[in-house]
Structure formats: C-alpha cells, structure tokens
C-alpha cells in the first residue's frame, strides 16, 4: 500500500502542505477533549484468513459464523489477547514468529466531523520490538465500506484477506493481492486466485459501491506522517494523488494519529459519508518495523454520521 502515497506534513509545516498542492490537515479544527473515545482491542490474526475463518477444521468458530453469529459475538475482550498471544508464539497460524511480538494492542479511538471532514484519531503505546522488515516503524490504517460488502459488515477488514495474498498459507509463489470475494468467480479454501470475474463486471460492482476504501499513514518518530489511501476490489488500488491527510506525534513512546479526508466522494474508489447510513469499519496497526500480515487488526466495527447506533458515531465539532 505505499505506492504512490502522498507526503503529509505535520501542523507546522500545514502550510508549505497547501503550497505543495498535497491536502492539508483540518484536526486543529477539532477539539479532541470533547470527542468520546473508546477503546478498541486489536489482535494479532497471523496467517488467519476469510477461508481460515470459515473452514471447521482449522476455526472452532466456524459453525456459528456459517450460522449468522459475527466476528465480535465470540471474540472479546478476554478471547482477543488470549488468542493473540497464543498465535504470535509460533505454530500452524505462525510460522514465521517475531521474538517478544505481543498478541494484542489496545487502541484508543475517536471519531469526528466537522462538517466538511471526517476524522479518525489513534492512540497507541508502541510494543518495542522491532522486525526489521518495513523503513517505517509504525503504520495505521483504517478501512471502511458499506452494506454492499456483507463480508465488511460481519468480520471487518478480514473481508480482503485471503489465504492466497502475499504471506499468507497458499499464497504460494504467485501471490494476490488484497481483494474482496465479490470480485472472483469462485472461491475455495486457498482463495479465489486468478479466478476473476470479466473487467466488465468488476467496474460495475465497483461503480455500485462494493469495495473497500482505506486510508494510511506510514509513521516515524520525528518525521512527518506519510499518508496513502485506495481501495480494494480485485486488487489493491492506490489512489495516484490522495485526498486523506494525516498527522501524527510521537512522545512517550505513544503515537498520537490523526486521518481525515473530505466527506463527499472525490470519485471512484471513494465513498461518501453522510447521515442515515452504516458504513463497517477495520483499524489495522502495523507495529515494530512490520510490514505486511505481520499487523494487528480489529473486529468488525460500525460507524455512522451525526448520531444513530454504531460503536463510533462521528458527532460533528
């Protein structure tokens, strides 16, 4: 995902920002004492994909989320560390293991509007260690979609990992991409492969709002956030010029984040948040120099515009 990422300065340098024709960030406007947070368990999955997750040999859970039961109903404050820890050892899930990883990372979330903007901000305390794989010590991101991606609204961002995308069990020596199911013919245990549907239908679907859109800022201490986005469908799309801007401060070995874009679609690939509709949400922190599934990721979330009931309502400041 960090193809063609547009460079976000920090609040100092917001200026030279719009100078530059990048977009700037507008968190001054929010006062963040005033937005509730809440706080978010993100756990390590390792090579746990959609078809891991749906395949009773392999997932304990997987009957009950065949029968309609989702991600958030069984895992839980006590589940998510337990399972994480046990995963970032080593075994059949990990078989890669990063030395002293923890299973879990606890985030504090906010989310706001300001009438023009929405706004996610992330708080985390870093784990320490450091995998050596990734230029950046830190990554957050954060993926929304809406009802037309019934995979989004039931497990999150597990909706565009499979088992055959790059480090994961049968990705093989020809790996995918992040994609979403909707955009193959068929699906099997190891994935979709290059089972594509026809361009033609893979533009109508994403003309009909099912893909999902994520926004990232690539995060290290001192230098300005580097912030991307794009959207998954068949592949992972990285916008040429991106419309989220971040920012982000490092102090007491915690990272303070700020992602915001515009409310209204820029075009495709993009959705428009407004009042009256539900859009799923997953946050994903890479931590320790990690790069790829070596992540932490939430459950599902929810999030709506102004009010209404969802895990995060982003009240406009």
Not at 59 to 68: L, T, W
Not at 141 to 161: F, H, I, P, T, Y
Not at 219 to 237: D, I, R, T, W
């Amino acid at each position: 995902m960090t193809a063609n990422q547009t460079r976000t300065v920090l609040r100092p340098l917001a200026l030279a920002c719009v100078l530059a024709g990048l977009p700037a960030s507008h968190a001054l406007a929010i006062d963040w004492s005033a937005v509730p947070a809440k706080n978010v368990l993100l756990g390590y999955p390792g090579q746990a994909s959609w078809e891991w997750v749906l395949t009773k040999n392999d997932h304990e859970g997987a009957e009950k989320f065949r029968g309609g039961k989702d991600c958030k109903e069984c895992h839980d404050a006590e589940s998510i560390p337990k399972d994480g820890a046990k995963t970032a050892k080593g075994g059949k899930l990990e078989p890669a293991p990063i030395a002293g990883k923890p299973g879990h990372l606890p985030v504090k979330v906010q989310v706001a509007n300001d009438g023009s903007n929405l706004y996610f901000r992330l708080q985390w305390k870093e784990s320490g260690t450091n995998a050596k794989q990734a230029d950046f010590a830190a990554r957050a991101s954060v993926m929304l979609s809406d009802a037309s991606v019934k995979e989004a609204v039931r497990a999150g961002c597990w909706a565009a990992c499979h088992d055959d995308v790059e480090g994961m069990a049968s990705a093989g020596a020809a790996p995918q991409e992040k994609y979403l199911g909707a955009s193959r013919t068929k699906l099997g245990r190891s994935g979709g492969g290059a089972n594509l549907k026809p361009a033609a239908e893979i533009d109508k679907l994403l003309a009909g709002g099912t893909f999902m859109e994520y926004w990232t800022a690539a995060l290290n201490p001192g230098k300005p956030a580097v912030a991307g986005s794009g959207y998954f469908l068949e592949k992972a799309h990285a916008a040429a010029t991106s419309t989220v801007a971040a920012e982000a401060t490092f102090s007491g070995g915690e990272w303070t984040v700020v992602l915001s874009r515009p409310m209204v679609s820029a075009g495709s690939g993009q959705k428009t948040y407004a009042a009256g509709t539900t859009y799923p949400v997953g946050i994903a922190i890479h931590d320790g120099f990690t790069d790829g599934r070596w992540h932490y990721v939430s459950m599902e979330h929810s999030l709506t515009i102004d009010g209404g009931a969802a895990d995060f309502v982003a009240k406009k400041q």
